[in-house]
């Protein structure tokens, strides 16, 4: 059954790193456009940054813009979400997104930023 599954999540002081993973199974990221999401306690889910798979552009929503950056290794099937200078408000459940044909989310994985 295709999927995708993330991780890399955790607890980070503010101005900290972390690098999310998103793996997909039975299906290939080249031909998907490949995005992450997050969604705060209260908050809508928000569109973080995307990657399309016919000419590689991304998008970032401008509160990380700078400081996130998004990057596909197709031949591993995984997308990555580096995130530098974290801050607090950066705090959210994190969420990969694959969209062409069809449209698969992950489980999530959770993001603290906290000190």
């Known amino acids: 059954q295709a999927r995708v599954e993330e991780s890399g999540g955790g607890l980070v002081q503010p101005g900290g790193s972390l690098r999310l993973s998103c793996v997909a199974s039975?299906?290939?990221?080249?031909?998907?456009?490949m995005s992450w999401y997050r969604q705060a306690p209260g908050r809508e889910r928000e569109l973080v940054a995307s990657s399309a798979f016919v000419d590689g552009k991304t998008h970032y929503v401008d509160s990380v813009k700078g400081r996130f950056t998004i990057s596909r290794d197709d031949g591993w099937n995984t997308v990555y979400l580096q995130m530098n200078d974290l801050k607090p408000e950066d705090t959210a459940v994190y969420y990969c997104?694959?969209?062409?044909?069809?449209?698969?989310w992950g489980q999530g994985t959770q993001v603290t930023v906290s000190s």
């Open positions: 997104h694959a969209h062409r044909r069809f449209t698969y």
């Open positions: 039975e299906f290939t990221t080249a031909t998907y456009d």
